[in-house]
């Protein structure tokens, strides 16, 4: 390869800053020099000096050039395991809960085959749940650095050979063809889909926003420190209770690891032997209060374990999702709410803020399933077992009689907690509801 000086890449990097807005300095050194390489190789320029000079007299090979730094590869349906996941046990809960108002994100869309698939995917998910009136209320945001790839995704016009991952049914209901060979997304899903620009190594997305994030194939070509910042911002972006969805060879680094659970769902739909190899599905962990009428709702329990904390006289509820830190990690401070020593005493907290009374307080709990039993040591105690002791040791300690639960198992769960009337509805993967 060819040997690239630091202070010719420092003026190239200017150069791009400058024309276009973009900060090569997040991205891996090796990444860029090797593609940076492979564009010189094909101009036939040898030194980075003269391929400077050639850019700046031919703006198709700067164009070119942006294509290579940003490798905007992309298709419908990428990675079908996925969305067959996100449709089979996530999105209906979602959906349900927000009547359909879900807000997604669409981090590094590329050309826009990615949120369109979102909308694609949801609107399916509607009209197996006899809702299909409120897809209207669905919003994804779909955003990248490369204007040239945004004005694809704007454009929504798309060659057959982008579907080839995509249900025939499910393309031929919502594109409309165009010409020889493309197809064009049908209006009313266009509308449902806002393209914008957004650099996600420098722009922040406002709090509490979104319920889906998707940023996959993307936070691989930054460096760590700008990973890490990242995931932070994105579990800044979410809602409680809201999916953060990567790509396949992608994960959480450092410290904002303590802001998810990773749910591993998609591995049900994966051969034997295949379980780390999934895209990784997580979500915030949190804790909500309420006062009279109204639904605490937590979706995607796998190992965690979710305390219902109710004080029926004041019609007080508290929900706490609540998981122990990773053991590689140590009792992390980031996320307070995670843990049972931190997240109970919290609500209980809270709760007396609305009016409860501590000592009326009763709890239930579902969740602490063994959800990756395949991958632990023979005999070896379960993440989700530890973390129903680990909870049920806090309530002693703060003597909160548990009144009900549903713990253990195999099965991903979500919780519907009715605070006014202290019913807790329990929805399981593949099995009638509970009622505690
Ligand atoms: C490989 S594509 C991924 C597309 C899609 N998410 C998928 O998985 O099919 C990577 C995208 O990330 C975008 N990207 C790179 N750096 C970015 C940045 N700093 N901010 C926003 N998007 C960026 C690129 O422009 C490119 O479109």
Not at 233 to 248: E, I, Q, W
Not at 286 to 313: I, K, N
Not at 399 to 418: T, Y
């Amino acid at each position: 390869m060819t040997e690239l000086a630091r202070p010719g890449l420092d003026a190239l990097a200017g150069r791009i800053q400058a024309r276009v807005g973009l900060d090569l300095g997040v991205y891996k050194d090796k990444c860029l020099r090797r593609r940076i390489a492979v564009r010189m190789r094909a101009c036939n320029v040898h030194t980075l000096d003269a391929y400077v000079a050639l850019l700046d007299r031919e703006p198709a090979e700067f164009d070119r050039l942006l294509d290579a730094l940003t490798i905007n590869v992309t298709s419908f349906f990428r990675n079908p395991e996925t969305w067959r996941c996100l449709a089979a046990h996530l999105l209906p809960d979602l959906l349900t809960a927000r009547e359909g108002r879900l807000r997604a994100w669409s981090a590094g869309c590329a050309s826009g085959e990615e949120p369109y698939t979102i909308a694609m995917l949801v609107a399916g998910v509607l009209e197996r749940l006899e809702r299909g009136a409120w897809l209207s209320r669905l919003r994804v945001d779909a955003t990248d650095v490369d204007r040239r790839s945004l004005e694809r995704a704007r454009a929504a016009r798309y060659p057959r050979r982008a579907f080839s991952e995509a249900d025939p049914a499910v393309v031929a209901r919502w594109c409309l063809p165009e010409g020889e060979d493309e197809l064009v997304v049908r209006p009313e899903l266009r509308a449902l889909v806002a393209v914008g620009t957004h650099d996600l190594s420098q722009a922040q997305p406002a709090p509490g926003t979104f319920d889906l994030i998707c940023c996959r194939n993307v936070i691989i070509y930054f460096d760590r420190e700008v990973q890490e910042r990242l995931m932070h911002r994105f579990a800044d972006a979410l809602l409680p209770g809201g999916v953060l969805v990567l790509g396949k060879v992608e994960s959480i680094l450092g410290p904002a690891r303590e802001r998810y659970e990773l749910l591993g769902a998609a591995r049900a739909d994966l051969p034997e032997g295949r379980l780390m190899a999934v895209e990784i599905l997580v979500r915030v962990a949190d804790f909500r209060v309420l006062a009279g009428e109204g639904l605490l709702v937590t979706l995607g329990l796998g190992s965690c374990v979710a305390v219902m904390l109710h004080d029926r006289e004041a019609k007080v509820g508290g929900l706490a999702h609540i998981l122990l830190p990773s053991r590689s990690l140590g009792r992390g401070a980031d996320n307070p709410g995670r843990f049972p020593q931190t997240a109970i005493p919290a609500t209980v907290e809270a709760m007396a803020g609305l009016g409860a009374d501590r000592r009326r307080l009763t709890a239930r709990l579902v969740g602490g399933a063994s959800m990756f039993q395949a991958l632990a040591p023979a005999g070896s105690i379960q993440m989700g077992d530890r973390n129903v002791i680990a909870t049920r040791e806090v309530l002693t300690g703060l003597a909160i009689p548990v009144v009900g639960e549903l713990v253990g198992g195999g099965q991903g769960r979500s919780v519907w907690f009715d605070v006014a009337g202290g019913r807790v509805l329990v929805r399981s993967v593949g099995q009638d509801d509970t009622t505690l």
